[in-house]
Structures are given as C-alpha cells and as structure tokens.
C-alpha cells in the first residue's frame, strides 16, 4: 500500500495540519486495508517528514491495540530516508519509539 498527504509544510502556502492528524489518517486508511488480515506483518518505507508520521502512528497503534489492531505487533521493519530524527541511526523499534513519545 503507498500512503500520501500533502506534504507542504513550510513555505508561501504551508499546509494546515498536524503530524497527529496525518498519523491518524494513516491509521485509519491501514485499518481499512487490514480488515480480515490484521496480523499480516508491515514493512514501513518513509520520507522526510513521513518518518514522524510513522512514529506517531506506531505509538498510537501501540497505546491504543484495541482501536489499531495488529498494527503495531506487525510492524517488522522500519526505514527512513531523509527524515529529521538527528542521526538516530541504530536504534530498536522500542528505543525509537521511546524518543518519539518523549517528543510527542
């Protein structure tokens, strides 16, 4: 499945929304794709400032199995291009995830 959203977020005409509510749309539309096979593992490929979606998506998933089923115990792999995590090269999904709750 390839996720897009408009993704302007800065510039003359910055978009109007938030890391949470890209995450949640994220969120949804994978809910959606899963329904019947909600085990089946993910891989999650993102860009620039997909990569805090993502992460956000995947704390949410995390906190929330209930709502987001499978979501986050499927995830089995995580990579980032360009995104401003700050060299957190190395890290373990759980590490990883800890720093975007901290953020978040």
């Not at 390839?2 to 109007?16: L, V």
């Not at 509510?21 to 909600?38: C, I, N, S």
């Not at 360009?82 to 995830?97: D, S, V």
Request: net charge positive.
């Amino acid at each position: 499945m390839r996720y897009g959203y408009q993704s302007q977020w800065f510039g003359k005409e910055p978009m109007q929304q938030s890391v949470t509510t890209v995450a949640d749309r994220l969120l949804r539309a994978l809910r959606r794709k899963r329904e019947g096979f909600p085990f089946r593992p993910l891989l999650f490929i993102a860009h620039c400032f997909g990569g805090p979606v993502v992460l956000k998506a995947l704390l949410e998933a995390e906190q929330d199995e209930n709502e987001w089923p499978g979501i986050f115990v499927s995830t089995t792999g995580l990579i980032f291009f360009g995104t401003p995590f700050r060299g957190a090269g190395g890290m373990k999904q759980m590490e990883m995830l800890e720093a975007a709750r901290r953020e978040y």
